[in-house]
């Protein structure tokens, strides 16, 4: 979490350099007001620059704020709790102000050149207003005024009249977006602003945020190595995402242009400076896809067909009010936060963060964080819901012809409803993590390297022999719960309000008291206070396979309870079981909560043989099995005595 604060002080930094070189425009154009004006009294009219660049002032207050706010971290009788107490408690705010901070850096970073034209043509216009009259009818007094004008430097245009010739010539012609696209584009601005079905309500100040939103993420992104000797033709396409980007931000450019809001906003030079700017910036961007005079830095155009295999939310137009801001509002809700892994991202421009959030015993969020690797962090945000008793999960990495690195799955969180996401996991135990968070089963025991031989009755005297190949896991009953350190639970039971780190809501119950039993839990009535008790699951053993010599590629599961009859040797007797087979197959069906769990696809087995690809590999599946077979004795005697305790105590 150091690292979080680090990049914080890191963004606050950058803003305090981009103020500084906002000042240093003002004042350099004033210093060279000629005296004539009377510089000391001369003011410039400014209001527009807090609209587009959003109150930055107010930002840096919020921050102070914040600091002044902490300022005992780690001070205090405390010490280390209070150090825990502070993190847990200031993170959501670091976030939001993190990426409010990184959108004023874009806007200011921007809006440099146009508002230093803006001052010079401001200050062309008072020295005419002084002057203008003689130098209309005196030629010599005229060539006065420009050499005065002339005589104005500037950081981005060499003085004042080359400022104002820029500001006179006419924008570059802007590229057409194509029709499907701009189809697209509206469907996506009226689906969350009914106002908007009139293009004369298309906002400017919103539609200027929404812009630099999108065109961070464009190909303005994508480089590439002219001297490489590659496939130079796919070296030179940018992602359709970013191309895509850059698509709309021309568009949304074009809408601003055609509202009401804009027709009076342009009044304004600094606001009419500022969109030259972004007209620039777009077809500046454009060309690298039109440049005839070097071929071999032209970029490839995208096509209908690379883009319409984008995901719907791709083609959003308007930032969430919350744009920039995590889920996580409170301590209380950061302790609900019971996964945070890195996935595998489609964009090498970009990192993928999936958050899983506790909302309930059997609802989570999922939130899929997608942040550029380098500049100012734009990030994006997709939630989704998941309900454990209805989700999907097809365990793509269980499959006998999946590569032994990926690892990736297809998901819904309810399987009636909804669009599957394919989620790729940069590692086994994140991957296997997740599955855990929608399971409720721990995999203590993973080989992906088995072949099987199955022998099902089919009569008295007669029964059927099936090969199969796939990989085996050992699943234990265990619900994914926030790993806290002891020192951090000491730190909530010091605070006023004490969590439940099993349900994260505020309870009567301490964070110590929720872990001091696996087994027995008490419910509070009106008058008395009873305790339930539920006996430890059974762990399992996952079988995911598929036909040894068939083309079929479809994997079935088979699950076997590890209960006093299922042991290993030669051969062994086991029952209840539970066959499933189709395509895809629902991992989820699996686990704890869905209702029903496959009871058609129950099937009684005589006996079940299994081969692994090493003495080793068997060696360590034996002794798993024989140990988690342990730890549920000694879960089952647990039970048994706090049942009996309990009883002694509260019934006599």
């Known amino acids: 979490m150091s690292f979080q604060y680090a990049d914080f002080g890191s963004d606050i930094q950058y803003l305090a350099r981009n103020l500084e070189k906002l000042s240093k425009v003002i004042q350099d154009v004033t210093k060279q007001i000629p005296q ?3 510089p000391e009294e001369h003011a410039w009219d400014l209001k527009s620059l807090l609209k587009i660049c959003g109150d930055f002032r107010k930002t840096i207050y919020e ?6 706010d902490h300022t005992k971290f780690g001070r205090g009788p405390g010490g280390f709790v209070l150090n825990i107490q502070w993190n847990l408690t200031i993170e959501p705010e670091v976030r939001r102000l993190k990426d409010r901070v990184a959108f004023h850096n874009i806007k200011i970073a921007t809006i440099l050149k146009p508002l230093e034209t803006k001052l010079m043509l401001d200050l062309k216009d008072d020295i005419y207003k002084v002057r203008g009259d003689v130098a209309s009818r005196v030629t010599d007094v005229h060539e006065s005024v420009l050499e005065v004008l002339r005589k104005i430097e500037g950081h981005w245009t060499s003085n004042a009249q080359e400022a104002s010739a820029q500001a006179s010539s006419s924008p570059p012609e802007a590229p057409r977006v194509p029709d499907y696209l701009e189809i697209r584009f509206e469907m996506a601005a009226k689906a969350s602003n009914s106002e ?27 480089k590439f190595e002219e001297t490489s000797t590659g496939d130079i033709f796919a070296e030179r396409t940018p992602e359709p995402a970013q191309y895509l980007n850059l698509e709309k931000g021309i568009w949304i450019i074009q809408k601003i242009k055609k ?11 600094l606001s009419d400076c500022y969109m030259k700017e972004l007209e620039d910036k777009c077809c500046h961007e454009y060309s690298r896809f039109t440049i005839k005079e070097e071929p071999r830095r032209r970029l490839t155009e995208l096509d209908k067909r690379n883009i319409s295999l984008l995901r719907v939310e791709e083609f959003r137009i308007w930032l969430d009010d919350d744009e920039g801001e995590d889920e996580f509002r409170s301590a209380t809700d950061y302790l609900n936060e019971i996964l945070r892994v890195s996935l595998l991202s489609s964009s090498r421009h970009r990192k993928q963060e999936l958050v899983l959030i506790r909302r309930s015993d059997i609802k989570l969020q999922m939130q899929n964080f997608s942040s550029k690797i380098t500049g100012p962090p734009n990030r994006e945000i997709i939630r989704d819901h998941i309900n454990l008793e209805r989700a999907y999960f097809v365990p793509l990495y269980a499959s006998p012809d999946s590569s032994p690195e990926a690892f990736n799955i297809v998901f819904r969180g309810d399987e009636s409803a909804g669009e599957d996401t394919a989620l790729r996991f940069l590692k086994l135990k994140d991957m296997l993590d997740f599955q855990q968070a929608i399971t409720a089963y721990k995999v203590v025991f993973d080989e992906p390297d088995i072949r099987t031989l199955l022998f099902q009755a089919t009569g008295f005297f007669s029964g059927k022999k099936t090969a199969e190949v796939g990989r085996i896991q050992i699943w234990n009953p265990r619900r994914l719960e926030r790993c806290i350190p002891q020192a951090q639970i000491h730190a909530a039971e010091f605070s006023q309000h004490r969590w439940s780190v099993t349900t994260g809501s505020s309870t009567a119950l301490s964070v110590s008291k929720t872990f001091s039993t696996a087994h027995t839990s008490p419910v509070a009535t009106k008058d008395t206070i009873s305790y339930s008790f539920e006996l430890p699951g059974l762990p399992i053993l996952v079988f995911y396979l598929k036909a040894e010599d068939s083309d079929n590629d479809e994997l079935s599961f088979l699950t076997i309870q590890m209960d006093s009859m299922t042991i290993v040797r030669g051969t062994c007797g086991c029952d209840r079981k539970r066959r499933m087979t189709g395509h895809p197959a629902n991992l989820a069906r699996l686990g704890k909560y869905p209702i029903p769990r496959y009871p058609e696809f129950e099937r009684k087995l005589k006996w079940l043989h299994i081969e692994f690809a090493s003495q080793a590999n068997r060696e360590k599946f034996e002794h798993e099995f024989e ?7 000694q879960k089952i005697l647990c039970y048994h005595r706090e049942m009996s305790q309990a009883k002694q105590n509260h019934l006599g």
Do not use: M
């Open 63 to 68: 921050c102070e704020k914040l600091l002044d």
């Open 36 to 38: 004539t004006l009377s």
């Open 259 to 269: 509202g009401s809001e804009w027709a009076e906003a342009s009044a304004d030079r």
């Open 196 to 222: 908007l079905l009139d293009e004369k309500n298309f906002p400017f100040y919103k539609g200027v945020n929404a812009f630099h939103h999108h065109f961070e993420q464009s190909t303005a992104l994508f």
């Open 627 to 633: 140990q988690t077979k342990d730890i549920y004795k």
